[in-house]
């Protein structure tokens, strides 16, 4: 390319960004002989398509104009009074107008990032955290300040007043993190929000996972814990774990005032979330849908899950640890410490075996001898295939 110049200048924020790794990964994995623990992808088998398809049906054949017309910025009004509704059967007291419906959580991250993050802005996000959230927000040039984590997440006393200092918001993933599987105590959380109450430092908590337990009890969330405390939470929900990711659907929980400026945000960004989506899932879940619905993909979950561990039990050397998730679709696999998870993926890859290696999911130095491993869309022969190379690759690293 620099024989020529080319006809069109990207802008600088443009020019800056990269492929995601995941995504450079999930092309090598199409192929089918590869057994795929890299994406994070829902299990398919847990989309109800039937009572999603009646869904649709009922909403175009009794509303069809409505549902194919512009609708209002903030969401379809039933479906932003159930998303409060469910929070005040949880002991959360939201209201209408403290809910805005997006085009899936990821659209809110980048909705986030436009409202906070100037070019420079220090945010707070856990070591390692959610790459695609990293992927949004830097994109508005934000200076990442990690917050130490151990094996129970995020460390809350080591957010100090210098790490702190001028931050703009704490991105945290308080029930298993992607990519570690790890949940925060209730210690912990609490400890969290009086933390950034006291720093006055604004939590965005992504929950996409907290429906998906399938182990030990559920916890209260940042934005229950954090109302009492007197910190703001903008919480963020989805229903692409719920119900299905093709939907494109999910919201924003967080005080009038940044909802409100959330609102001008989408507006100038696609207007609203698509009208019909909207009322289909209202129309799928308004008669109670999901309590019937997640058990199956809870216990689906957990079998997948079952099968990783055991997997990794028998063919990992005792030089790896793993964590052990209580819900969700992730592991993470700590390697020893000469052992480069980027290294360790393209032996794999020739084996036909892929993952996401854990460095990329750091803002900051990354651990390299990590990696992330996904169970949910992988048959049990598969797993325990899968696991048996990546034991032998390691034993042999
Ligand atoms: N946050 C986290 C932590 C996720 O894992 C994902 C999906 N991979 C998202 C947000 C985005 O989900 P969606 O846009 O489908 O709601």
Redesign the pocket.
């Known amino acids: 390319m620099d024989s020529y110049t080319l006809p069109y200048t990207f802008s600088q924020r443009a020019q800056k960004l990269t492929s995601s790794t995941i995504r450079e990964i999930l092309k090598v994995t199409e192929r089918p002989e590869v057994i795929s623990f890299a994406g994070?992808?829902p299990a398919p088998g847990g989309f109800p398509v039937e009572e999603i398809n009646a869904a649709f049906d009922r909403v175009l054949q009794q509303n069809g104009r409505s549902a194919l017309q512009y609708g209002p910025t903030e969401g379809y009004t039933p479906l932003r009074q159930w998303v409060a509704d469910d929070f005040r059967k949880r002991g959360v007291d939201i209201s209408l107008d403290e809910v805005l419906i997006?085009?899936?959580?990821?659209?809110?991250?980048d909705m986030l990032g436009k409202l906070f993050i100037d070019p420079g802005s220090k945010v707070l996000v856990e070591a390692p955290s959610?790459l695609?959230?990293l992927q949004s927000f830097s994109l508005f040039e934000p200076v990442y300040a990690p917050v130490p984590t151990d094996e129970g997440g995020l460390i809350p006393e080591r957010i100090t007043d210098t790490l702190a200092a001028g931050a703009r918001f704490l991105y945290a993933?308080p029930n298993f993190?992607?990519p570690t599987g790890v949940s925060l105590s209730t210690a912990r959380r609490q400890a969290l929000v009086e933390r950034c109450a006291a720093l006055q430092l604004p939590i965005v908590e992504?929950?996409?996972?907290g429906e998906l337990r399938y182990a030990g009890e559920p916890l209260p969330g940042l934005l229950q814990l954090g109302r009492k405390a007197g910190a703001t939470v903008v919480r963020?929900?989805?229903?692409?774990?719920v119900l299905a990711?093709g939907l494109?659907?999910?919201y924003i929980v967080a005080p009038r005032p940044i909802i409100a400026k959330l609102v001008q945000i989408k507006q100038a960004t696609d207007l609203h979330t698509a009208t019909v989506s909207q009322m289909a899932v209202y129309e799928t879940i308004k008669g109670g849908f999901l309590e019937q619905h997640l058990p199956a993909v809870r216990d689906l979950y957990k079998r997948q899950c079952g099968y990783m561990l055991e997997a990794l039990q028998e063919h990992f050397p005792d030089t790896c640890s793993y964590t052990r998730p209580e819900g969700g679709?992730f592991i993470w696999v700590t390697l020893p410490e000469h052992i480069d998870g980027s290294r360790l993926l393209e032996r794999a890859i020739e084996r036909n075996v892929a993952f996401v290696p854990g460095a990329p999911f750091y803002a900051g130095s990354p651990k390299t001898n990590t990696l992330r491993l996904s169970f949910v869309t992988v048959s049990e022969d598969r797993i325990r295939k899968g696991v048996q190379i990546l034991g032998e690759l390691i034993r042999a690293s």
């Open positions: 994070g992808l997006v085009s899936g959580s990821q659209q809110a991250l959610y695609g959230a993933l993190q992607n992504d929950d996409p996972y963020l929900g989805t229903f692409s774990k990711p494109r659907l999910g679709m």
